[in-house]
Each structure stands twice: as structure tokens, then as C-alpha cells.
């Protein structure tokens, strides 16, 4: 519904009249401007015009709400208690936990239980890539050979025994690191090392070769303990070279060098 029109009339009041009719509300909730004043026709035949209004319905807002708030009745606080002293002797000390004492010097161990170690972990390594395989040992001064016996062992040799050396590195660690009494243990499949000791020694009469007439140093590749044994062995007794072994475990390695002086 509007709020604000414009209506005619004869008069002023004819004209709010009107207004407060269509509006529907009370003439006291209508504000009036009155737009044209009526006129009188003249000599009562011609002329003469309406009186025209402008009526808007008044905006009333509503009454503000009160709001009462109950009393809030006072809080009574406690003061705060004083704090009951404890004598010392009813606390109970706090335990700290004892240090966990590592043995200075590693315990000494029976060979024969180092062997049967061992045989244990290479049968646990065995069993974890399901073959069979028979270990055999031969045991003396300069260390224990654990020779490896079965079928289709060519996965624990490895391109030129690089498998059989890694796990013998790991069999080595694993049985010595917490013993005083330390085995070096040779792992061997078939007489593979046999083999392979045969092919180490010409490698090493080779390289002496070559040391030799380039006058320069030859640094082999890495290799065990074992192979870098056979070259320096092979070579101790050749005067024009000498050999030394560099790096780490497991890439150790060894370099044979010609000897000044001599050609």
C-alpha cells in the first residue's frame, strides 16, 4: 500500500478526506501539505479549480523495550584459605632414575660360540631368502672359513663375488662388535674363492706390469680383505713395485706403485 498520495477535492478537508479513505488510517497519522488552495468559478459559470493535498502516512516507531533486570544479589567470597606448611621430613624424596651403566671393557667370548654365532646368522640370512644351503668350517690361526655348499648359491656370489664379500662384511660386523675376542670369518661357495684367488694373482702380475713401464701408480678396485691379501702377497717379493691399500670399508682398495730408482 502507498504511503504518500495526492487527492482533490472542493475543499482542503474533502481533499484529507479522500486520503484518509483510501490510506485506511486515521487523519491524526497522516501528515498533509497542501499543494493548491481551491478557487472559485467566476460569476459561478467558468474557471475555478480544487483544492490538491499531499498526504503522507506518519512512520511510527515503536515504543523502546524495558528490559528489568532481577537484583543480583550479593556473592559472598571465600577468602582464600592459608596454605598448610608441611614439614620437611613428610616429603617424600623424588627418585631419579638410576644411570644404565655400560660395560667399560667388552666381556671375552669362547671361539666356538663366536663360530656357532656365526653359522646362526647366516642361516637366519638363508632362511629369510629360502634356500638351503650347508655351511662348512674350517677353523684356524688366521681366522675361520665358512664354506657354503647347495644349489643354485650363484645369487650369493654376485658379479665378481660382490654379494659374497657384502655378506661377509655384514656376518663380520654382526658376530664382532660386541666381543673382545674377534674372528675374521671368510665366506666361500664352491671353491669360488679358490677361482678367484687365481684370477686376483695374474691381475696383480698385471698391474705390476703396467706400474712399471707407465712409471705411474695403478689403483685397483675396490676389494675384501682377502683379495687385497693375495695382491700384496703376490707382489711383497717384486722389487720394482710396491703396493699400499686406501679407503674405507667396505670400498678399501689397493694401489701398486713403481719404486723410484729402479726400472
Known amino acids: 500500500m502507498a504511503t504518500v498520495i495526492e487527492k482533490t477535492g472542493k475543499t482542503i478537508e474533502d481533499a484529507i478526506n479522500a486520503a484518509v479513505a483510501e490510506l485506511g488510517v486515521e ?14 468559478k467566476f460569476l459561478g459559470l467558468f474557471g475555478g479549480t480544487p483544492a490538491k493535498i499531499r498526504a503522507t502516512v506518519k512512520v511510527v516507531e515503536p515504543p523502546p523495550k524495558i528490559i528489568v ?6 556473592v559472598e567470597v571465600e577468602e582464600p ?30 671361539r666356538e660360540q663366536l663360530i656357532a654365532e ?4 647366516l642361516q637366519d640370512v638363508f632362511a629369510a631368502m629360502n634356500i638351503e644351503v650347508a655351511i662348512t668350517v674350517e677353523d684356524s690361526e688366521d681366522g675361520c672359513l665358512l664354506d657354503l655348499s647347495g644349489k643354485s648359491l650363484g645369487i ?3 658379479k665378481h663375488g660382490q654379494a659374497l664379500d657384502s655378506l661377509q662384511y655384514l656376518l663380520n660386523l654382526a658376530v664382532n662388535r660386541k666381543n ?5 670369518f671368510t665366506l666361500d661357495v664352491e671353491d669360488y674363492r679358490r677361482r678367484r684367488a687365481e684370477t686376483v694373482t695374474k691381475l696383480a702380475k698385471s698391474v ?29 717379493d717384486n722389487h720394482r713395485v710396491e703396493t699400499h691399500s686406501a679407503g674405507e670399508e667396505p670400498y678399501r682398495y689397493v694401489i701398486v706403485s713403481p719404486k723410484r730408482g729402479r726400472r
Open 180 to 184: 673382545a675376542e674377534k674372528i675374521y
Open 118 to 121: 656365526a653359522q646362526k646368522f
Open 81 to 110: 584459605k592459608p596454605v598448610e606448611e608441611v614439614p620437611a621430613e613428610n616429603f617424600e624424596p623424588i627418585l631419579e632414575p638410576s644411570p644404565v651403566e655400560e660395560p667399560s671393557e667388552l666381556e671375552p667370548v669362547d
Open 27 to 40: 487523519k491524526s497519522e497522516l501528515e498533509i501539505e497542501v499543494l493548491e488552495e481551491p478557487s472559485k
Open 69 to 74: 533486570t532481577p537484583p543480583v544479589e550479593p
Open 156 to 158: 650369493l656370489i654376485g
Open 208 to 236: 705390476a706390469e703396467r706400474a712399471i713401464k707407465t712409471r705411474k701408480e695403478v689403483k685397483l678396485e675396490p676389494m675384501s680383505r682377502h683379495e687385497r691379501k693375495i695382491i700384496h702377497t703376490v707382489l711383497q
